[in-house]
């Protein structure tokens, strides 16, 4: 059964927005997730929702590859700095990522690997950055011993890249 591209399946439909728009979604406030995920569709984004770390990472390992990240700090089992490490030593793959917090002890710098936008923001700034997001390459990650299992999501991740438009 397909499901709305808001929902987590990630499958498309017909009237679904191009691949290459696909945006993961996570934060634990219901409100925040869903209210995202329906501005982020008006946008000709495809989001796809999730409300902890868990979900997001099956989300990563069983749908496409996302153009982007979008990820509060806070998450019931875990934070999105986790996540995003999860993301380079498990798949080994840098997705542009967008953390979004109310508040972090220090200013994220470029070599930290992630954008941040700090929580009360203008709707319109999220839009930019996510635009500005999506037409960054994901990149391999720093090296670091994988096991063939990891090889092989990371060589996923590296041949749907770009996807395709159909």
Known sequence: MEQDTIGNAGERTENSPVPNRRVLVVDEDALMRVGFGGVLKEWSFAPSLAASFREARNIVLTEEPFAAIVCDYHLPDGNGLELLDWLKRQVGVQVPFLLISDG?????????????????FLIENLRNRLEKLCRVKPQAAAPFNLTV????MAS????RWPPKNK
């Open 149 to 152: 299992a990891q090889e092989a």
């Open 156 to 159: 996923v991740y590296a041949l």
């Open 104 to 120: 972090l002890a220090r200013a994220p710098s470029a070599a930290d690997g992630y954008e941040f936008l700090s929580k009360f």
